[in-house]
Nanobody, 121 residues
Framework: QVQLVESGGGLVQPGGSLRLSCAAS????????MAWYRQAPGKQRELVAA???????NYADPVKGRFTISRDNAKNTVYLQMNSLKPEDTAVYYC???????????????WGQGTQVTVSS
């Protein structure tokens, strides 16, 4: 069994900051890419940022220069530092991990349960 548990969401004023965390636990052999997605009401889930096991990153255009993704491989944890938050960043943020549970099993994607981020004055 693999679990991804997010934390750090909440209510913040425009221009403020939040830091999301996502810890993967359970039967894990190796984690490849980890990513953050978000889904706003009435919209499709979209990629926010991703990071490979070696630390290469990519960001969606709306968050470039404001959000930073990082990871601690020893803790199987990925972070999302969100600065200069805007009302349009309001969404449920989901963690995603591409991993193998053992050397013999194929790579699979796992999702966290999501954490709400609300940007409002």
């Amino acid at each position: 069994q693999v679990q991804l548990v997010e934390s750090g969401g909440g209510l913040v004023q425009p221009g403020g900051s939040l830091r999301l965390s996502c810890a993967a636990s359970g039967s894990i052999f190796s984690i490849y890419a980890m990513a953050w997605y978000r889904q706003a009401p009435g919209k499709q889930r979209e990629l926010v940022a991703a990071i490979t096991s070696s630390g290469s990153t990519n960001y969606a255009d709306p968050v470039k220069g404001r959000f930073t993704i990082s990871r601690d491989n020893a803790k199987n944890t990925v972070y999302l530092q969100m600065n200069s938050l805007k009302p349009e960043d309001t969404a449920v943020y989901y963690c995603n991990a591409d991993l193998k549970r053992s050397a013999a099993t194929p790579r699979s994607f796992y999702w966290g349960q999501g954490t709400q981020v609300t940007v409002s004055s």
